[in-house]
């Protein structure tokens, strides 16, 4: 165990993801990797006071577990001046595409970045275990990968063993978002919700509801005729 990897739940397994990369980084990319994404990382040291990370002052913070493109992250961070965002992704591919939104090519160490904006490059499921109790007003888990086999049930985000940490982390009256399109996912979410009693669990949306950005995944899954449904829980 490091520092920036703290203690998981038993039976939880050590990682929730596959592949960190899809292909090899062009050399842009790399420069944002490299120049870029240093200027923006939460380390796991500022994680036990999150506010004092960010540029400005701001008045709630927001963790989303696995961003996929960035889209959905930098639409929040820029609707929503005055709160903290962590964005969380350990897929390269996923950063890149993030922090090409941001900056410039041959601007990756010098553009102007997000004063109210971190990323957290690691399993966010860590992060969760360092941020102090009841730090976060809102998380979001936006078309995670479903793991469809039975036998991966256990890599899935909503799982009962990460439920406590993921509660720990929330205050009370806090938002837990979750967006799926998968029916397999789906249905494990309204089973492991049902047999929890750390959040209200309201039944969930099947149109996205207003303040809900979309994301590249939400229209693929439109497209191909696969119904999303939106889960908005709250921390009892």
Known sequence: MTADRP????GVPDRLYGRRRSHPLRPRQQRLL?????RLRLSPAAAADPRAAF???VEALWLEVGFGGGEHALAHVEANPSVGYIASEVFENGLCSLLSRLVAEGEEATGTLP???RLWPQDARHLL???PEGSLDRLFLMFPDPWPKARHAK???VNPALLPLVARALRPGGEWRIATDDPTYQGWTAE???AQAFFDVPPPAEARPEGWPPTRYEAKALREGRQPLYWSLTRR
């Open 7 to 10: 203690p998981l739940a038993e």
């Open 55 to 57: 540029a400005r002052p």
């Open 115 to 117: 004063p109210n904006l």
């Open 129 to 131: 275990g360092l941020l």
């Open 155 to 157: 890599r899935r985000f």
């Open 192 to 194: 492991v919700m049902a």
């Open 34 to 38: 490299e120049e870029t994404l240093p």
